[in-house]
């Protein structure tokens, strides 16, 4: 018994001190629960990946589509997944797409299980917050298996990565990748400054001097480089929209900000109206009214052992889990009236909530209710590893592509064919020459 126990220290403490080992343990994990849960990941391919990402490697020569705008900002990690695709043959183009985001996630997560604001090495949070990242019940809507929603990851990762104070050169290095993939990626990643400002108050109370992080310093000049970006390429292609209605923002936010956060088989809301549907639910949460009871009475739970647990909690952590949850909040207020409440932004609202819940679990004195509120956290994870109909059904691949290949024997080279991807509604197709889908060699 001793010697297991022994073994079991060592394993730990061998998956603590080594990254690369931490990541390729994440990516098999990662892998192996989207061949289980998400296999259609493998054989279709999705939206943004397919029409933007891989045409625009595909027509344009390296590094042509990296200075090319969308949406009307940068898409700089979209568009390193985009380019890792287009290396591989045509038939793979799903597969390696997964491959990257699997990549990309299994980097984020070993970070996050190190790199972190948790007061202690316990196994267990730790581990848990990187399964969170990665296993988010909001990002099976959209965002599961793409590379088109990496940039909400990156951005979301940060937020943690912005705590912790780097003390290595290779930690220092690692943020500073992470800070400016993410700044030169998502504009939004601006939501991020209050957390740097708040970072650099509790280390001002600490050490009496003002103290700017190497990494803080590549983050702002990357979103200032972003902004710059956008003046010359894009300027005034999107800006903020009439306010929406403030009541259905609100409502948003508690579906994919709290609900689908903290309640197992909360499942996704795919309407706003007096009578929103719902999808992946049991019939008791299929309704307006026993959701939003069962949402309050989960609240509630959370509220009393926060309570009860209050006097133990450092100013400093106090002040750290009302920070981030009001900055998910405030985050969700501002897009969801000014631009789009879509699921995969509020990816970053979602785990925000994951975030500040665990760092209540670690905070607890009682090894019973530690253990309790994991395995309750994992359990809403497992149990949210269900695909919407939005990213599972629709046209494979493999067969859309044979199709092409038998048109483009009766076209010419530079003649262009459609090739049907997901999702279903709105109409999705890659357009691409016969030149491209058959081969110069061909």
Known sequence: MKLRILNLKIAIGSFREHFLLRM?????????????????????????????????????????????????????????????????????????????????????????????????????????????????PSSSFSAVGNSANLYVYFMTASAVFIYYKEEKKSEVIFKCCVFSIAALSLPLTVFLIPLIIHRSIIEKKMTNRWRIQKSDGIFVLSLLLHMIFIAVTSLGERTPHSPQSLFKVLYLYLERGLGISIIPMWGFVSGTSVSPSYENTPALLNSLGSRMVVLILIIAILGVIYNRGRKVFSVTLRNQFWLILILGFTYSIIIGLFFNPEPRYMIFTSFLTYWAILLLVESQGSFILRVCLNAYLICVLILGLTASAHRAIGPEWGPGLAKAKQECSDLTPEQEVKIRILPLTPKWEIILSCKIVIGPDH
């Open 24 to 136: 390729g343990l994440f990516f098999l994990l990662i892998i192996s629960v989207w061949l289980i849960r998400f296999p259609f990941i493998f054989r279709k391919l999705y939206a943004e990946d397919g029409t933007l990402l891989l045409h625009d490697a595909l027509v344009n020569p390296f590094p042509k589509e990296f200075f090319q705008p969308a949406s009307g900002y940068s898409l700089l990690i979209q568009r390193i997944g985009g380019r890792f695709i287009s290396i591989f043959p045509l038939e793979y183009a799903p597969i390696t797409s997964a491959i990257f985001a699997a990549l990309c996630l299994s980097f984020l997560a070993a970070g996050l299980y190190a790199f972190n604001n948790f007061s202690t090495w316990s196994f267990w949070p730790r581990f848990t917050l990187a399964l969170c990242f990665i296993f988010l």
